[in-house]
């Protein structure tokens, strides 16, 4: 099945461009040289809105399914000024990354609309016999976490940096599944640095890194004696989970189970359903909505699943193509300003097409106001909180929604 729907979405894709050459040679605003083109796209641009503004993107009617190119162009940059208010009352976890530095600002004005910020900054080595270390504490901002927390005040956001298990070796990962006592000395080692830098808890990156090669229960037994460690300090533990991909289920409805009294959240990444050898959408709704509801059927444990938002996207070609963030994407509206985007309600998904200086064809998604809004309703409706991966990425006007 999973083989059949991208085969599928190859066959849209065929057409989508088989229609962009229909178009091209029909329509007769693509005629004449390039750079005419170019300047008279330009000058019909309007001016873009930007800052804080006295309507939200839902009063001025911005979250619809048809959009121009220019719309977006328009009014990206500009968000309502109540930015403490809130419209997700679920827990709405917030990926930074010092790479996409945006984030940091995106936090610090809108910290009221998150419960928890998740600064990707950090690593756990293990350096021999119990002995371990947090690297990356030098991107550590103590004041940026003020700030944070400042703007999230009425909210109590915490900040919960991620931990990654940096260049560990089958021996390392063999140590802390089978031996109680390194658990323990890791534990100490995290703790210390939560308490050094007044974390909140982490959130923790494993799960999708070794569940395919090592038995389950010594993995289950592992993130048990950690999270009940945390939580006998106060601390919050968030467990990063894979969804599910075809047949592949490295996460199931048992270890939920397991694992369910025990850790704050589990942040589930349901994004990167496409990838440049099987160009297609992000995340297509009802995949989302499958991947969660096979995590549990109880609608009063779902508030501790965190529904995976990408708010990066993709640029495809014929030859490959990768992840595009925000202003990326801004540059390719450019260059098509009055198109109308596309919108698969199979998929809930916007999308592009145009070329490029070298006439080759492009296939862009990214997410709108309105596959970002049917994603928040999908949330409220299956009861679950939300993960952004991650908020440099975005958009200024998403957190109008949030
Ligand atoms: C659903 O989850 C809640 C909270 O953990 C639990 O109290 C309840 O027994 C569960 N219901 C079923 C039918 O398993």
């Known amino acids: 099945m999973f083989l059949s729907k991208n085969f599928i979405i190859l066959i849209i894709i065929f057409i989508l461009v088989n229609d962009l050459l229909c178009s091209e040679t029909l329509s007769p605003k693509n005629r004449g040289n390039k750079k005419k083109k170019e300047e008279k796209s330009s000058k019909k641009l309007p001016k873009p809105i930007k800052g804080p503004q006295k309507y939200s993107v839902l009063d001025q009617r911005l979250v619809s399914e048809d959009i121009l190119a220019e719309d977006i162009l328009t009014n990206h940059q500009a968000f309502f000024t109540e930015t403490d208010d809130y419209n997700f009352n679920g827990l709405v976890l917030g990926y930074v990354t010092p790479w996409n530095n945006h984030g940091y600002d995106v936090a610090k004005i809108f910290g009221n609309k998150f419960t928890h910020i998740s600064p990707v900054w950090l690593q756990i080595k293990r350096n021999g016999v119990q002995k371990y270390e947090v690297t990356g504490t030098h991107d550590v901002d103590q004041q940026w976490i003020v700030d944070v927390k400042n703007a999230g005040r009425q909210r109590k956001t915490k900040v919960v940096p991620r931990i990654l298990f940096d ?6 990962f063999k140590a802390v599944l089978l031996k109680p006592e390194e658990v323990q000395a890791m534990n100490v080692v995290l703790m210390k640095i939560c308490k050094k830098y007044n974390f909140d808890g982490y959130v923790f990156e494993v799960w999708s890194q070794i569940a395919g090669a090592v038995k389950t229960d010594p993995l289950l037994n592992l993130i048990l004696s950690m999270s009940d460690a945390f939580s006998l300090e106060n601390l919050d533990f968030i467990l990063v989970i894979p969804p599910k991909r075809g047949d592949s289920h490295l996460f199931t409805e048992k270890h939920f189970d397991t694992l369910y009294d025990h850790v704050t959240a589990f942040s589930l990444m349901t994004y990167d359903y496409s990838n440049p050898r099987m160009p297609g959408p992000n995340a297509p709704i009802n995949w989302i909505e499958d991947s969660i509801i096979s995590l549990t059927s109880n609608i009063t444990r779902r508030p501790k699943i965190l529904m995976g938002l990408n708010f990066y996207g993709n640029d495809y070609t014929a030859d490959g193509g990768g992840p595009i963030v925000g202003h990326e994407y801004i540059e390719r509206l450019k260059k098509v300003p009055d ?27 990214y997410p709108t106001l309105y596959s970002i809004f049917q994603r928040l309703d999908l949330a409220f409706n299956l009861n679950v909180g939300i993960a952004i991966w991650e908020i440099g990425q975005g958009l200024d006007y998403f957190y109008d929604l949030l």
């Open 339 to 365: 198109l109308p985007l596309k919108f698969s309600k199979e998929f809930g998904e916007h999308f592009f097409e145009y070329k490029d200086n070298t006439k080759m064809n492009h296939l862009v998604f």
């Open 167 to 172: 260049g560990w070796t089958s021996n390392d």
